[in-house]
């Protein structure tokens, strides 16, 4: 079992930029993949970002939010992160962490383990 959580959610207001961390504990050498994905008010969960745990490479981005987000991972310190710029009104959402264990992609079904998410709001 991997546990997830995260922190770093706020308000914030349009154009400023928060650091989404998500610390993993348990059997983090089955980790294989990292994944963020999010919610807004009426929405279904979309992806947000995604990478490789061990060394952050091979990262997807979600057309949304490529050029402003960046996703990153420490793998000795258990922790990922999402770097948000320039965080628009439409970013506000609940961010989910999520890990793989021999899989990652743009899909939900990619992932293992799910954290509880933290909020995110943005103000115009």
């Known amino acids: 079992q991997v546990q997830l959580v995260e922190s770093g959610g706020g308000l914030v207001q349009a154009g400023e930029s928060l650091r989404l961390s998500c610390a993993a504990s348990?059997?983090?050498?089955?980790?294989?993949?990292t994944g963020w994905f999010r919610q807004g008010p009426g929405k279904e969960r979309e992806f947000v970002a995604a990478?490789?745990?061990?060394?952050?490479?091979?990262?997807y981005y979600a057309d949304s939010v490529k050029g402003r987000f960046t996703i990153s991972t420490d793998a000795a310190k258990n922790m990922a992160y999402l770097q948000m710029n320039s965080l628009k009104p439409e970013d506000t959402a609940v961010y989910y962490c999520?890990?793989?264990?021999?899989?990652?992609?743009?899909?939900?079904?990619?992932?293992?383990?799910w954290g509880q998410g933290t909020q995110v709001t943005v103000s115009s």
């Open positions: 990478t490789r745990w061990s060394d952050s490479t091979a990262t």
């Open positions: 999520a890990v793989g264990r021999s899989s990652y992609g743009k899909t939900w079904y990619a992932y293992d383990y």
């Open positions: 348990g059997r983090t050498d089955r980790i294989y993949s």
